[in-house]
């Protein structure tokens, strides 16, 4: 069974910081894993994905993700944050073959302070 | 990248009355789409995987007498809540998976608020 987990339910950093949200995973065979961002009442919205390559993923927003197989994890980053990227952050999980749907963490809360 | 749309986005309705919920991909065929629920400050719950021209495959604990799916055609997809009640007040969010080529995510549509009285 596929599972991801987000230790964190909230992450409080100060604009101009870095940020980091991590993400552990489970899955049998090799992983597709994704970010997803959420503002209040909206759906979500696509950060950046890892399927196969370099372990560095950069995405929208100047968000970046390292895959790091033998801790089985995928933190998102950003070197410096902003007051805007305040919002739920999602991380998830599916594995690589078959169609089989993701699977998300609870979500970390990014709260960036002015 | 690909589209997915939620009709509607919104929806207030009275204990006992059928709220239908519609899952279309814009511009990729879908022959598999998924439904998610999520409450308030939580995650995304997978409800079910609805198949174009088959039955849907619920997850354990969701009543399927209550959340109808159809997968009508290659690009929708529908979740009926049958006598809706306040319990069944949520967001959810249809998913359509698109693997291979050129994209290799799932796209979600904006999701649909309901609000059971």
């Known amino acids: 069974a596929q599972s991801v987990a987000q230790p964190e339910d909230q992450v409080n950093v100060a604009e101009g910081n870095p940020l980091t949200v991590k993400c552990t995973y489970s899955v049998s065979g090799n992983p597709y894993l994704f970010w997803y961002v959420q503002y209040p009442n909206r759906g979500l919205q696509f950060l950046l994905k890892y399927i196969t390559g370099d372990n560095l993923v950069k995405g929208s927003y100047g968000f970046e993700a390292e895959f790091n197989k033998s801790q089985t994890s995928f933190h998102l980053k950003k070197p410096s944050a902003l007051v805007s990227d305040s919002a739920l952050y999602f991380c998830a999980v599916r594995a690589l073959s078959g169609n089989t749907p993701l699977v998300f963490g609870k979500g970390t809360r990014l709260s960036v302070i002015a | 990248g690909a589209v997915v749309s939620q009709h509607p986005s919104r929806v207030i309705c009275k204990s006992g009355t059928s709220v239908k919920i519609e899952c279309r991909s814009l511009?990729?065929?879908?022959?598999?789409m998924f439904w998610y629920r999520q409450f308030p400050k939580q995650s995304l719950m997978l409800m079910a995987t609805s198949n174009e021209g088959s039955k849907a495959t619920y997850e354990q604990g969701v009543e399927k007498d209550k959340f109808l799916i159809n997968h009508a055609s290659l690009t929708l997809s529908t979740l009926t809540v049958t006598s809706a009640h306040p319990e069944d007040s949520s967001f959810y969010i249809c998913s359509a998976p698109h693997w291979g080529n050129s994209y290799n995510e799932q796209f979600f549509g904006p999701g649909t608020r309901l609000t059971v009285l």
């Open positions: 511009d990729f065929q879908a022959t598999t």
